[in-house]
């Protein structure tokens, strides 16, 4: 079975990420979008949020597992014997930052390669800072994130 790691902090998850999870769904047999628990990072969602969010966002993905995982990309994909790592490309400004996890992951992880997905157009400037900025100031998210989450995204931001 080939399986595929899609690793971030969905913080929260947004269309573009949706739209790299099904693309990738196409081309594995199982893809895991796994939340990354950074215990030097404070996420505005909890762990338990972000997993549900994806949960309900991917639910007409039917080869998608939603985990989540606090340790290395490179040991979670050793654990659940996947070979392939998926990272999102949005601009040049991604780059470099991913080559040097790319290159690290090897080095930590020789079986695991690292394949850059080009975002779709349409996306190409969202980011969860962007959605959890506009969320802030009470702006409509129903662009950025999917219909299904949008109101519990606003509902709960606005909570915290
Ligand atoms: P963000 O940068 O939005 O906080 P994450 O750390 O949650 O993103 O990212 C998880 C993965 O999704 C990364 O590989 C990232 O490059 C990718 N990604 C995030 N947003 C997009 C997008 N709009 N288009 C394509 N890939 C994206």
Redesign the pocket.
Known sequence: MRIAI??????PV?K??V??LERSSKLFDKVIAVVMVNPNKTPTFTKDERVEFIKKATRHIPNIEVDSYLGLVADYAREKNAHTLI????AVT?FEY?FQQALTNKKLNPELETLF?V??QE??Y????IVRQIAGFGGKIEQFVPKRIEEEVFRRFNEK
């Open positions: 899609c690793p971030g902090s969905f913080d947004t573009g990420h739209d790299i990272k999102g490309l949005r991604d991913e997905m975002t779709n996306y190409m969202l980011s969860s800072t």
